[in-house]
């Protein structure tokens, strides 16, 4: 099945430091989306990204969309000890009839305080 | 509250053993879907479903069968489960066209 390049694969950061993750893929997406899951919960919609070259913020996080529509990458800015989780990358492909979710294998981030 | 269950939370069988996981919500969504979640793989596209009987194939199908009578329901089937469907299975709905899917909280189960 198709998937999402997403580096890096884990992060140890301290708190305060800025984070930064991508993803990449082989297919062109109608949409990017980031996703954050906590332990024990499902993934909750952190920013959507609906055209090639959009800067969007979310608070502290930033995310865009790349301009070949096969790239994205999203920014944390001034970590605290709530941003631990997991963050996943997702692409839309929608049309003829088809509207799919692709998922990135995910970034692990731990915050040190 | 605006909510997606699911049922059972965590499951144990053994390989052969139909089984079936509920998934229901309450925010009348149009767009329903499950999705497995591996270690390293992150979460993968089972089946989804547009509507009322309009389900389609995701990118990891086999196996699984779903079914999607009512608006509200929309079931997982593993008519003969195999220990590689051992999984964390997510169910997540949406209103059509808009890409914030509400995930449940998950089913683990775990296939002798």
């Known amino acids: 099945g198709q998937q999402l390049n997403q580096s890096p694969q884990s992060m140890f950061i301290q708190e305060g430091e800025d984070v930064s993750m991508n993803c990449t893929s082989s297919s062109i997406f109608n949409t990017w989306l980031w996703y954050k899951q906590e332990p024990g919960e499902g993934p909750v919609l952190l920013i959507a990204l609906y055209k090639a070259g959009e800067l969007t913020s979310n608070g502290r996080l930033t995310a865009q969309f790349g301009i070949t529509r096969k790239d994205s990458f999203l920014n944390i800015s001034a970590s605290i000890p709530s941003d631990v989780g997991i963050y996943f990358c997702?692409?839309?492909?929608?049309?003829?009839?088809?509207?799919?979710?692709?998922f990135g294998t995910g970034t692990r981030l731990k915050v040190l305080a | 509250e605006a909510q997606v269950t699911q049922n059972p939370r965590y499951l144990i069988t053994v390989t052969g053993k139909k089984l079936t996981v509920t998934c229901s919500q309450n925010?009348?969504?149009?767009?329903m879907s499950w999705y497995r979640q591996d270690p390293g793989l992150g979460l993968r596209q089972i089946y989804y479903?547009?509507?009322?009987?309009?389900?389609d194939k995701g990118d990891v199908p086999e196996g699984y069968k779903v079914s999607r009578k009512e608006k509200r329901n929309f079931p997982l089937i593993l008519e003969s489960p195999s220990p590689n469907q051992t999984s964390l299975y997510f169910c997540?709905?949406?209103?059509?066209?808009?890409?914030?899917?509400?995930f449940g909280p998950g089913t683990r189960l775990t296939v002798l």
């Open positions: 997702a692409g839309l492909l929608a049309g003829s009839g088809t509207y799919k979710y692709i």
């Open positions: 997540a709905s949406s209103l059509s066209f808009t890409p914030e899917q509400f």
């Open positions: 925010m009348n969504h149009e767009y």
């Open positions: 479903s547009m509507n009322v009987e309009v389900t």
